[in-house]
């Protein structure tokens, strides 16, 4: 760690106390020194690749890290700028780190992939509970501590969220939504950074393996945003959040993605629309389990969504959901029906029946005629009754108009095929050849077929 943010007169603080000493065994003068020492003592760093090397110093390093953790816990220490500075040294130097190279598929395009555990987690996590209970306590000074917790210490925190360990993932989540709550004058600068995260997820890499967790410390940030909302936020939600639904890796992080973008649409209501119109431009046509995941959290919108917000995007939508009523998966059309489940869904169609039943009972009857799985047909009659009851004569109407629809395409393929049938004959005509030699040369007979 640098010098000129860690200056080693001020980390060390007049240190005078052995860091082997216990606290109990020393005056309530000399233990502000003796915290330092212990600190410092535990800026070494061993590897545990190999766990016989160095066993003794590891064993010390554990105990002592929980003597620092029990002596902040007990509300004895006191942050001075010396003690501050060196946490933040002791935690900076065991915590930031490089992770190897990935030379496989991200975490997410394989959920049920084995996570990798870090062998100095036994380190790690005394590490990471001691950071937070010191950045937990209101004897803490923000405006001393934001010299050394600065922009460059919170950037390389955030980058331990791709850490293979969920262990590492959970106390970093809470680390960050701590930080969030204590340093306000560090809040632009942390949205921020999360926001390049996911700028590089969604249209770089596609791997990382903390974005569930980053997603779910902002789902408590975007529920403290004021009213209206400021354009920094908007920007946020159109262009680091909606363009989330488009990786492969959805499944791991779309339970707190769909939170985040629920909360915004609690805050501003117009916002609705606009994410049905994202979904259905990122709609993941080859992928059946993105497809129940965009299910849901449409039916999710839809109980929040209002009439003229409705009306905007109803065509495309359900055109849409015709599309998956008609799915060969059959979990997809099963879940597409079970939206006329829900009273809101329901509510909305029958505002807007006159526009909507038309595309929806061309639909089912699609399925009446084609689809292979009993349950998907029995839910089509199901949706069909409650249109019904809902307004029987616009159903007829839509049923002749159907018919007469199938009627005139009927005739349109017959002509087709009389037109195919007869530029096949015109293509196998095999003209007379006659020798130059001979005068008088037969001209073939036109061929009279009109295309």
């Not at 003794?56 to 010396?82: H, P």
Request: with cysteine; proline share 5%.
């Amino acid at each position: 760690m640098s010098t000129a943010i860690f200056p080693a007169s001020i980390v060390a603080g007049g240190e005078s106390v052995a860091p082997h000493v216990p606290f109990k065994d020393v005056s309530n003068a000399e233990k502000q020194s003796l915290f330092v020492s212990k600190l410092n003592l535990c800026c070494t760093i061993y590897d545990f690749n190999d766990p016989d090397k160095d066993s003794a110093e590891k064993d010390l390093k554990r105990q002592v890290l929980l003597e620092l953790n029990e002596f902040v816990a007990s509300g004895s220490a006191r942050f001075t700028e010396s003690a501050i500075a060196a946490v933040c040294k002791m935690c900076g130097v065991n915590m930031f780190r490089t992770f190897p190279p990935k030379y496989f598929s991200a975490r997410g395009e394989s959920e049920d992939e084995e996570p990798m555990f870090d062998p100095a987690w036994c380190h790690l996590q005394l590490v990471y509970d001691l950071f937070l209970s010191v950045i937990g306590q209101g004897s803490l000074d923000a405006k001393v501590a934001k010299k050394y917790v600065d922009h460059s210490f919170i950037l390389k925190l955030l980058d331990l969220f791709d850490s293979e360990d969920p262990r590492e993932r959970e106390c970093l989540k809470s680390i960050l939504h701590r930080l969030y709550g204590k340093f306000m004058m560090h809040r632009p600068a942390i949205r921020k950074a999360v926001s390049n995260i996911f700028y590089r997820f969604a249209f770089e890499t596609e791997r990382h393996n903390g974005i569930a967790e980053l997603l779910e410390v902002f789902g408590s940030v975007i529920s403290g945003f004021a009213l209206p909302l400021k354009e920094e936020h908007r920007l946020f939600f159109s262009r680091a959040l909606l363009p989330l639904h488009k990786p492969k890796s959805l499944g791991i992080y779309h339970q707190q993605l769909a939170y985040c973008v629920v909360q915004f649409i609690e805050k501003e209501q117009n916002l609705a629309s606009i994410v049905i119109t994202r979904l259905l431009r990122y709609w993941p046509v080859t992928s059946s389990q993105k497809q129940l995941m965009f299910i849901s959290e449409l039916e999710e919108i839809l109980e929040m969504i209002s009439i003229p917000e409705f009306e905007k995007i109803m065509v495309p939508l359900f055109r849409r959901i015709g599309y998956c009523l008609n799915s060969s998966h059959f979990q997809v059309a099963e879940r597409a029906h079970f939206l006329w489940n829900n009273d809101n869904v329901l509510n909305l169609v029958m505002h807007n029946r006159h526009v909507i039943m038309p595309i929806i009972i061309s639909a089912l009857e699609r399925n009446s005629q084609n689809h292979w799985n009993k349950a998907v047909l029995n839910l089509s009659q199901n949706v069909r009754k409650v249109f019904s009851e809902m307004d029987e004569e616009l159903v007829l109407e839509c049923q002749h108009k159907l018919e007469e629809d199938n009627a005139k395409s009927n005739v349109a393929a017959e002509r087709r095929r009389l037109t195919w049938e007869r530029l096949e004959i015109a293509a196998n005509y095999e003209p007379v050849t006659v020798p130059s030699n001979i005068p008088g040369l037969v001209k073939p007979p036109t061929c009279l077929v009109s295309c």
